[in-house]
Every structure is written in structure tokens, then in C-alpha cells.
Nanobody, 124 residues
Framework: QVQLVESGGGLVQAGGSLRLSCAAS????????MGWFRQAPGKKREFVATTDRSGGGTYYADSVKGRFTISRDNAKNTVYLQMNSLKPEDTAVYYC?????????????????WGQGTQITVSS
């Protein structure tokens, strides 16, 4: 079993940047594909970005493509989400998640472990 803890959330103005971190404990992160998801108030949780176990393969939601970058440092057991050119519609609670598959894409049901989430608020 793996435990995930997100950090790096906060309040930022539109056009600004933030970097989220997801630290894993319990098991080595290299065993898991990792994803970032988000849930805005009154909306369903949605896929943001994912990386395979090695970090060589990534995939993004169209809404964040070109602005967000997912990366991982398996030696540090940490996954990151660099968010640039933030927009008010990016406001949400962001969750990291781990899947035992090599790659799981954006399908939430394939992710077995979830962090508690971190709030991102983008002001206009």
C-alpha cells in the first residue's frame, strides 16, 4: 500500500504559476503510474495529467495541455505538477493518485490510491 500527500497549493493570480508535489510513502513510487486529478466546486472530479512508471510517457487533458507539466523523481518518491499560465477555471482541489499499472491514462477507476487533495485558487 502507498500513502500520498500533496503540497504546494494556494492562492495565485491569473497568469501565475504553481508547482504541486505529491510525496509517496509505504512503497516505492516506481511501482506505480501516477496521475493528477481535480475537482471544482459542484463538479465531478476530472483527469488532469498522468505519467507512466518510468516518467517517459505522459498524457494531458486538453484543458491543460501546453500549460501544465507532470514529472516524477522516483529516487525522491515524488511526483510534480508544474502549472503555468493559470486561469480562474483551474480553481479546484487537486489530487494525486497511484495506479499499479505501468500506464493508466485518465481512467480514475484504475487508480487505487489517492491523496487528500490540495486547494488551488486562481483569482482573476
Amino acid at each position: 500500500q502507498v500513502q500520498l500527500v500533496e503540497s504546494g497549493g494556494g492562492l495565485v493570480q491569473a497568469g501565475g504559476s504553481l508547482r504541486l508535489s505529491c510525496a509517496a510513502s509505504g512503497r516505492t513510487l516506481s511501482r506505480y503510474a501516477m496521475g493528477w486529478f481535480r475537482q471544482a466546486p459542484g463538479k465531478k472530479r476530472e483527469f488532469v495529467a498522468t505519467t507512466d512508471r518510468s516518467g517517459g510517457g505522459t498524457y494531458y487533458a486538453d484543458s491543460v495541455k501546453g500549460r501544465f507539466t507532470i514529472s516524477r523523481d522516483n529516487a525522491k518518491n515524488t511526483v510534480y505538477l508544474q502549472m503555468n499560465s493559470l486561469k480562474p477555471e483551474d480553481t479546484a482541489v487537486y489530487y494525486c493518485a497511484a495506479s499499479p499499472n505501468f500506464y493508466s491514462g485518465g481512467q480514475q477507476t484504475l487508480y487505487d490510491y489517492w491523496g487528500q487533495g490540495t486547494q488551488i485558487t486562481v483569482s482573476s
